[in-house]
């Protein structure tokens, strides 16, 4: 009967092959430290999702702190989530 050794011999060539490297960020990774200490000149507008500068951002949201009415909603979509709602209720009240 053969006896298996009690350290499988391919893990062992798995590790001696396995270089240690693998485990380290790429040299031109920045940590996380130096992200931090950045400044983020570039956003998102909050209306279309396009790139914007600082500037661009800042004037978009002194234009909508400037707004008196809130936005519209379309009817349709009003009606769509008042149903979701009540269904949403009905169904905290009913198990079916």
């Known amino acids: 009967m053969l006896r298996r050794p ?6 062992v060539v798995l590790l001696l092959t396995t ?3 693998i485990a380290l960020p790429p ?3 920045l940590p996380e430290e130096v992200l931090r200490t950045e400044m983020i000149t570039e956003g998102r507008s909050p209306i279309d999702g396009e ?3 600082a500037k661009e951002y800042a004037e978009i949201q002194q234009e909508q702190a400037e707004r008196n009415l809130p936005p ?5 979509i ?4 008042f149903l979701l709602r009540l269904r949403k209720l009905l169904q905290t009240i009913s198990p079916f």
Do not use: G, K
Not at 78 to 81: E, G, M, N, S
């Open 72 to 76: 519209t909603v379309n009817a349709d």
């Open 19 to 21: 270089p240690l490297s």
């Open 27 to 29: 040299p031109e990774d």
């Open 78 to 81: 009003q009606h769509t989530i």
């Open 6 to 11: 009690a350290f499988p011999i391919t893990a």
């Open 51 to 53: 790139p914007v500068t």
